[in-house]
């Protein structure tokens, strides 16, 4: 198979050093870095360019047991290489068209490890092979058309049937980051979300569930983590929507890497509206 190996330079603005072991001075001295597909073949639907945020960002550094961010000799952050990988990983998931382009992720990993240690910011055109065989990418891009009309078609069903019967129903849509509440039929509360963290493969479910109760005050518990939480409305298992004190923003490409362990993290502001008016056995369609 003959391949054409597409150009990886890489555009970069050196701005300013990392110098403290702050998470918020990291945050101020280091823009996002911006991924650039728009010369290569991408998926039908796709974004031509893929935008690391600062937020994004401090969530690839390391962190130390107790949750506090790690510093090397120099007293500078650096890569979490596992949570790079992960990123990474995610990143040709949402962009390779299989059988036809390949992302090169070992060089992609270690591009991301140099640029958070040397604070480096700019535009990354991505390292990405590309089959030339004929009929490559048509073949490719009608296996994803086909996979994403069915999956659209199943998961929205229930949404349409909830919409025309005039019901009481929680639409969380994870593509657009957005909850809205409908009380028969009609929206009442709309809210920016971030859901689970694509990345590191802890998705929040898709599916038509209920609401199965309903708490104040809880502490979440899981594996390397601990979340204090006001409002608690679980849905299925240990999966439920609740406020999130500990993030500044909500919504966009957040939960692509820096997502929650799978629950719908909300302002606490709309969380809190959304527990004093919804009941317990209301349904919610995620898809």
């Not at 040709?92 to 992720?105: D, F, I, S």
């Not at 390292?127 to 490559?136: D, K, N, Q």
């Not at 659209?152 to 657009?176: K, L």
Request: charged share 15%.
């Amino acid at each position: 198979m003959k391949k054409l190996l597409l150009s990886v330079a890489a555009v970069f603005a050196f701005i300013f050093a990392l110098t403290g072991p702050s998470c918020e001075a990291y945050a101020q001295n280091v823009a996002s870095i911006k991924y650039d597909f728009s010369s290569i073949p991408i998926p039908s639907g796709a974004q031509a360019v893929y935008d690391l945020d600062q937020n994004a960002m401090t969530g690839l550094l390391q962190k130390n047991a107790d949750g506090s961010f790690a510093v090397d000799q120099a007293g500078n952050f650096y890569a979490d290489s596992a949570a790079v990988s992960s990123f990474v990983s995610g990143l040709a998931a949402l962009y390779e068209l299989p059988g036809y382009t390949v992302m090169n992720q070992e060089m992609e990993k270690q591009y991301l490890i140099t640029a958070i240690a040397a604070g480096m910011s700019g535009t990354r055109v991505p390292m990405v092979t590309v089959s030339t065989v004929p009929g490559a990418k048509e073949s490719a891009e009608s296996q994803i058309v086909a996979e994403s009309e069915k999956k659209t078609e199943d998961q929205t069903q229930p949404q349409i049937q909830a919409a025309a019967s005039g019901m009481t129903y929680v639409d969380i849509d994870i593509a657009n980051q957005k909850l809205v509440y409908y009380v028969n039929g009609q929206p009442t509360l709309i809210s920016d979300i971030v859901t689970g963290n694509v990345s590191r493969h802890h998705d929040t479910p898709t599916g038509t569930y209920q609401v199965y109760g309903k708490s104040r005050n809880r502490t979440l518990k899981g594996p390397n983590y601990e979340s204090f939480v006001r409002y608690w409305m679980p849905f299925t298992g240990n999966y439920g929507m609740h406020d999130a004190s500990w993030r500044s923003s909500f919504g966009g490409s957040i939960y692509q890497t820096n997502g929650s362990h799978g629950c719908v993290n909300m302002p606490r502001e709309t969380a809190e509206a959304l527990y004093n008016t919804i009941s317990v056995g209301t349904t919610v369609i995620i898809h």
